[in-house]
């Protein structure tokens, strides 16, 4: 499977994905933000009938992640919806992961809680897509959270979740490169019973996005406050066959009732060149039409996406290409769910009907300087050829990331991680943007 990065570069546009609170709804976030704490201590306290079995609790893990997330979006041009947004805030997600009880058929329970505090930022500025929106007052909520609970049984080499997801399918992908993640909930059955088969299938029925403390049905995502037709929700199923250390091939099926249906087909090809060069290629296809009761009118997109990378030493050097045919645009779900199975996925995604994007990358690994967990990553993606509505002229837009991280190797402060990433944007139709985003992260191990 491809390299999916799931850190602050799996980035959603701006425009895309501006999830806001309903007026008048503003002074119930602190409350509910509050009482998203008070479950998650019920949720862990839910755990104590287990507790005596020695593998549950022995095995069992509760970790507190922080997370101090800044983000600073400058729009350019006369046509800007808005100068400039951004906002600066502390969040915390602490996860239980217990063990299994004895026997053939082996229980367990997992609990998670997010909540998030605004630092600053708000005062007039417009939805930044890393908190809550309040429209009434113009200005990001002062904080948010949500907990949730997954149970597990686990057979043999077969386990099946109920509750809270955080999937990394190709038809489902959380999103955590802002401050809460999003999630998903349903069920979910994983199965490794074949030698080199991984098999999962499912069904979600909610989606609890980034930007939001509710849990809401998955519906297509068109535009900011676009019409939203829920759907009872998204079913998949698929798998990953690995033929060798160096080849594998994946498909997976997802249909979201009434909306679309999308079929996936991966394959990832690893080889040493030699001299201490190695290629590593990634095909990936997509196949999106409509199902059912067409809740927004047909959909009809094929995505094809090639991205190699060439490795020598401490140096990667990366070149994709990723097309869309047909009458539609790649299908997203609430709030601009992300898809980093895309080759070009990144800020602006290059997923708009008949959009051809080429991608350029680097990256860099210091730690042949001497400087281990410093690394470096750039990328240029150009896309054209982007069909607008009427008989308006085809679009292009480009975009340029710079990451640089640094993860502390040792001392008390082992694992902390500190990254900036800095986007520039530019829209042919659109408002040009420059976007800088500082974030720090550590995980506590409480056992």
Known sequence: MAEIVTTSLATAPLAASRATTPAGHRQALRPRALAACIQAASLLGLLGPLAAQADFVGDSQLNLGLRNFYLDRDFRGDAAPTSRVGSWSQGFDLRFTSGYTEGPLRFGLDASAQYAYRLDGGGGRGPDTALPYDRSAGEQVRDYGRAALTAKVRYSKTELTVGEHRPMLPVAFFDDSRQLASTFHGFQIASKEVDNLSLTAGRFNQIGTRESSDHEKPYLFTRPYGPRHPSDGLNFAGGIYTFSPNLSASYFYGQLEDIYQQHYLGLTHNVALGNGYSLKTDLRYYDNSTDGDALYGEIDNHTYGLLSSLKKGAHTFSLGYQRMLGDSGFPTLNGFT??????????????????????????????????????????????????????????????????????????????????????????????????????????????
């Open 338 to 447: 992300p898809q980093p199975h895309l080759v070009n996925w990144s800020a602006l995604a290059f997923i708009k009907p008949n959009e051809s994007s080429w991608q350029t990358r680097y990256n860099y690994d210091f730690a042949a300087q001497g400087l281990p967990g410093l690394r470096l990553m750039t990328r240029y993606i150009r896309g054209t050829g982007i069909k607008r509505a009427g008989n308006l002229s085809d679009s292009s837009e480009s975009e340029r990331d710079l990451y640089l991280s640094y993860v502390v190797q040792s001392g008390p402060l082992q694992g902390l991680s500190v990254g900036w990433l800095n986007i520039d944007a530019k829209l042919q139709h659109g408002s040009d943007f420059n976007e800088n985003r500082l974030i720090t992260t550590y995980t506590w191990k409480l056992w």
